[in-house]
Structure formats: C-alpha cells, structure tokens
C-alpha cells in the first residue's frame, strides 16, 4: 500500500552538489522517521543521514558538513543535499521510512524502502 520514489539522482562533477528526494505515497497515516541509505559498490549498506517527524536530524561521520537532510510532512517527502561531493560518495542512494497504517483494529508501523537513486561523482 505504501509506496516510496525517490528521484533526482545523477552525474555531477568533484566539488559540486546534487539533491536527492524521496516522496511517500499510499495509505498512510503518519511518516515518522526517515531515512537515506548508500550503497557504494564492494562495501555495505550504509546509513547517510535520518531525519524524525519533528527534525531532529543525524549524520554519518563522513557526511557531517557537506550533507543536509530535511522534510516537508505536508508533502511526505524527505530530501538529501549534498555538498562537495567526491567520488568516494558515488553510490546508489535509498530511502527508508518508518510509516503508519491502519489495519482492521489498530494502527501498524511498517518500514518501507524506495528504489533507489544512483548517484555518480566523477570527472
């Protein structure tokens, strides 16, 4: 029932920047925490940056300074700008939500993921 698409992602120079979104869709009763995940090629899934309903954001160690997540609730979308990029944060990029549903006699909080974004840093 819930569905998230993230869009944005791309070919973007050393040094520069690019922005990322991520728009929640579907039967959905609340968006609560909310997150971007990379997975670079050879290494692990990792968590970018997370954002709770009411802002309080957190940051990987390598992304502190050059990354800023945030979230417009009417719009149930999360967004990741990213500043002085380098190849090493070349990845694909995915969302992750933690999202209320209604089932038959309570309500549900299911985590959910996009499909990811690839983003590229390269020359």
């Known amino acids: 029932q819930v569905q998230l698409v993230e869009s944005g992602g791309g070919l973007v120079q050393p040094g520069g920047s690019l922005t990322v979104s991520c728009a929640a869709s579907g039967s959905i009763l609340r968006v609560h925490d909310m997150s971007w995940y990379g997975h670079a090629p050879g290494k692990e899934r990792e968590l970018v940056a997370s954002i709770s309903k009411v802002l309080i954001a957190n940051y990987a160690e390598s992304v502190k300074g050059r990354f800023t997540i945030s979230r417009d609730n009417a719009k149930k979308t999360v967004y990741l700008q990213m500043n002085s990029l380098s190849p090493d944060d070349t990845a694909v990029y995915y969302c992750?939500?933690?999202?209320?549903?209604?089932?038959?006699?309570?309500?549900?909080?299911?985590?959910?993921w996009g499909q990811g974004t690839q983003v590229t840093v390269s020359s």
């Open positions: 992750n939500a933690d999202v209320a549903v209604s089932g038959s006699r309570n309500i549900r909080i299911n985590n959910c």
